[in-house]
Each structure stands twice: as C-alpha cells, then as structure tokens.
C-alpha cells in the first residue's frame, strides 16, 4: 500500500501543531490513506516541541524533528523532505490555511500519474492591496526565471519520490522550494484551493521579512538582478549623454549653464547607480561565500517518532 509523508515546518506554533497533527490524522484515515506526518521544528521559541512529542505520543505515525536553532523555513521544508519515507511527499504548513482534505485530491492524482500536484491559490484572502501588488511583481520575476507560471503559487504541494530524491540530490545550500519544485520537472498537475483564515496564533511573516524572504530567494534562484546592473548602466549612460549634449548645445549657443547643478546632478546619478550595483553583485557575492564554505542546511537536535527517540537511527548525514 502507497504511503503519503506529510511534511509541517513549524515555527512557534504552540497553538496549531497538535491540532494540525490530530485533523490530518482524521481526514487522511478517513480516506484510507496509510500516512506519516513529519513535523519540523524550526528551532522555535515556545512549547512547539512539547506539543509534537505529545501529538506523537497519541499518533505513532508522528515524526519529530527539532532543529538546534532557527534555520529558516525553507531548511525546515528541506530536512523534511530529507526525513519522509513515503512513497509520495505533500509539504504544507501546520496552521491548517492549507486545507488537508486538498491532500486526497491530490493524493488522487498521483495515483493517476502525475508526479509533482502543485496547489494553487484561487485567491489571496484578505492580503493588503500592496501586498497582493508585492506578491504579483516577485511571482513575476520568478515565473520568468523559471519559465513556470508562479503566480498564486505556494508551499502547499505533493510530489512523488522520484522528484523528491532529485530535490534532495541538489548541492546547493540556499534553495527556494516553491521554484524548485517546479523547476526539477516531472508530470504536473495543479490543484485550486481557498486559502482559510488562520484558527489561532499569529503570522510570522512581517513586511520586511517578506521583502528580505523574496530578494533572498530570487538570487538564490536567478541572475536576473545582476541583469539589473547592465540596466542600470545602460539608462545612467544614456541620461548622461543626453545631459552632455544638452551642455554642449547651451554652450555653443553661449547660454551655459552657471554653476554646478548639472556636473552635480550627473555625479549624483552615476555614484547611485554604482553603489546599487556594487550592492547586488555584493549580494551574490556573500551567496557565493556561503555556498563555498558548505556549511549544513540544518542541524538537527532530536528526532522522535510516537512516544521514542529515534534520532540515533533515523538521523543520517543527509545535510
């Protein structure tokens, strides 16, 4: 019987983890799936992980991984993916706003041979119009970059294993899951869902750290801001030959421009553009830095599946 791995990157989600664990229980048992929820950790600074040992403890098909520290979410979603057994993979987050019964549609279509069930948003929910606007310009770059459309994309996807394995293979350190999933390929298919209202707690994700969450993963994933920089020097020179030949007609004419003004503008606007520059290729460059030094994605503290410490058995250099 084919075997579906849930993996719920949770960070400081006290309030949502165990009934996320008991609803999937419910629904996927309901529907005769044979299940395993692994349940990450991300290093979070409440009682997250007592609550995964004691849904662990009503459900042995609840496996633990708490990290050593915060690692991000898109580590969590990794060792996750690195964790699961299944025969087939679906990631989604623990704060139920992905709806669980989606998982038996797209459980469905695996089971018809599609390899890689994206889910997609049929809308944005309440999102502020600038967030929305936001979210349409990242999902743009990236759908470009990709050449997948990712706008109303998400985390909430089911892949089999053979797409999983070939995520796990990747060597880089800093990964955007939600482009990689599509980039690795396979048989795809999409599922529309509503995105729901949040039962309890509080979105960890603040304007900015949205904005830094984007910028990371678009160069983590595309070189389209460096093609910034050409751009960049392309429309400085351009404003700046206008500039010169506008000064010279004046000069010809025997109307120069007194004073200043215009070698300031000029040097104002060529010293942005450069330190613009230098700042996305410097931002590559520290990406770059990191890769090199190879350090892990994650570390992994414990692993506990049900009511038992595994983690001597199941924790594998898979970082």
Request: with cysteine.
């Amino acid at each position: 019987m084919s075997r579906l791995s849930v993996v719920l990157p949770a960070y400081n989600e006290e309030l949502m983890v165990e009934k996320a664990c008991s609803v999937l229980k419910e629904t996927l048992s309901a529907a005769g799936i044979s299940y395993e929820l692994v349940v990450v950790d991300d290093g979070s600074a409440d009682s997250t992980w007592d609550r995964i040992v004691k849904a662990g403890e009503r459900d042995s098909n609840v496996l633990g991984v708490h990290f050593s520290r915060n690692f991000g979410k898109e580590a969590a979603v990794y060792a996750g993916l690195a964790q699961a057994s299944g025969d087939v993979v679906a990631v989604m987050d623990c704060d139920l706003q992905h709806p669980p019964e989606t998982l038996i549609e797209m459980f469905h279509l695996w089971e018809q041979g599609y390899e890689v069930i994206e889910g997609v948003k049929s809308s944005r929910g309440k999102e502020s119009i600038l967030h929305k606007k936001s979210a349409g310009l990242f999902y743009g770059i990236m759908t470009k970059a990709t050449k997948v459309d990712m706008q109303n994309a998400s985390d909430f996807k089911m892949m089999d294993r053979k797409a999983v394995d070939s995520i796990l293979s990747m060597p880089e350190r800093n990964m955007f899951f939600r482009a990689t999933s599509s980039w690795v390929g396979f048989r795809s298919t999409a599922v529309e869902f509503e995105v729901r209202e949040r039962e309890a707690g509080e979105s960890k994700w603040s304007g900015w750290s949205l904005i830094k969450y984007a910028f990371t993963n678009i160069v983590a994933f595309t070189t389209v801001p460096l093609q910034f920089v050409t751009i960049i020097g392309g429309t400085c020179f351009g404003c700046s030959l206008i500039l010169i030949i506008y000064s010279l007609l004046q000069f010809f004419r025997g109307h120069a421009v007194e004073g200043y003004t215009t070698t300031l503008i000029v040097l104002l606007l060529i010293g942005s553009a450069i330190m613009v520059s230098l700042g996305i290729i410097g931002y590559y460059i520290a990406k770059i830095y990191e890769e090199v030094k190879r350090r892990p994605r994650y570390i992994v503290s414990k692993i506990v599946r049900g009511n038992k410490d595994v983690y001597d058995e199941a924790h594998q250099d898979k970082v």
